[in-house]
């Protein structure tokens, strides 16, 4: 950004971004995202108001020159979630920057982001995530690793996790979970930490693979492993469930956060709450957890067409 925007601008940025990083605990993969959004602005101003922009070029800003980015943004083909995206981005820093004292334009909060239709999680059946479980064990020439990708998937389908937070367990969450108490402290997206039990069937596959892992380690070494002893790839867990759903022949929306998207129908449909299972897992809004009740019926309207009389009917 150091070509496309006055020193002022990247000074703004750059507290901003730590910021974010620092007291609301965004992680790298968000903060890199931001960071592009707010070049491809610049870019834009660049070219909009034929010099590189300063603060007070920002504070001035209308509501036809927001719009002229997003036609801007739409000329360019991008789609209305990446669009949405960023003028989300860009209202956070102009928030920061009024908050900072450093301009005072509010015209931004008034552009209107376009509306993104909203997706339903793609769950798997009960059916295929428990053959899923059982059959990524025999995606692997080696025992062991057989039985760490069987408990790493139990452990998205049993407790919820997303796979980021399973991954970055270590060997005495392990302990944890399969003494009496049976729970995972999981520290979630900010850094919000929440209790999540553990069954019996989970604890189980997590001792099965400790009991064939190769590698001794301390309590605070990872728990998930490579062949290399180093702590697991996501990479490598998603390759896994790619050779699964091509051996069961599943959608290619099968993939392990689906695993975590049926953790959370599947309670739904068993008679679970909403707020339990916002709890479980780790939404900060119930309209996240709320996503899962267009599933639940999407499956009911499907039993009733299939099975009811008058649904029958011509």
């Not at 005072?104 to 999680?121: F, G, H, L």
């Not at 064990?137 to 408990?151: F, I, L, N, Q």
């Not at 596959?205 to 290399?228: E, H, K, S, T, W």
Request: hydrophobic letters at 40%; one cysteine or more.
């Amino acid at each position: 950004m150091i070509e496309i925007a006055e020193p002022a601008v990247i000074k703004a940025v750059t507290d901003w971004q730590d910021w974010l990083a620092h007291e609301r605990r965004y992680s790298a993969h968000t903060l890199d995202a931001y960071g592009r959004d707010l070049v491809f602005f610049m870019k834009f101003l660049t070219g909009h108001l034929g010099h590189t922009p300063g603060l007070a070029d920002l504070d001035r800003l209308s509501t036809r020159d927001f719009r002229g980015y997003l036609a801007r943004r739409n000329s360019d083909g991008l789609g209305r979630t990446s669009t949405a995206r960023a003028m989300s981005t860009l209202k956070s820093f102009f928030k920061f920057l009024e908050r900072e004292g450093r301009i005072a334009n509010t015209i931004i909060q008034t552009v209107r982001i376009p509306k993104i239709p909203k997706s339903i999680p793609k769950a798997l059946s009960i059916e295929d995530a428990l053959t899923a479980l059982k059959v990524v064990e025999e995606v692997s020439d080696e025992p062991w690793v057989g039985k760490r990708d069987r408990a790493l998937l139990s452990l998205l389908y049993g407790c919820g996790l997303r796979l980021g937070e399973a991954l970055q367990l270590n060997r005495d969450d392990a302990m944890r979970a399969m003494q009496a108490e049976a729970t995972l402290i999981i520290s979630g997206k900010g850094g919000k930490q929440r209790l999540v039990p553990v069954l019996p069937a989970v604890a189980a596959a997590i001792g099965d693979y400790l009991n064939l892992c190769p590698y001794a380690m301390d309590g605070a070494d990872p728990l998930f492993i490579g062949v290399r002893g180093k702590r697991l790839n996501p990479a490598i867990a998603q390759k896994q469930m790619r050779d699964v759903r091509a051996l069961l022949n599943l959608p290619d929306t099968a993939t392990p956060h689906a695993l975590r998207h049926s953790f959370a129908t599947h309670l739904l449909g068993g008679g679970g709450d909403l707020r339990t299972i916002q709890e479980l897992l780790g939404h900060a809004s119930l309209s996240s957890t709320q996503r899962y009740t267009a599933v639940d019926g999407e499956h009911l309207s499907q039993v009733y067409n299939s099975a009811h009389p008058r649904a029958r009917r011509r």
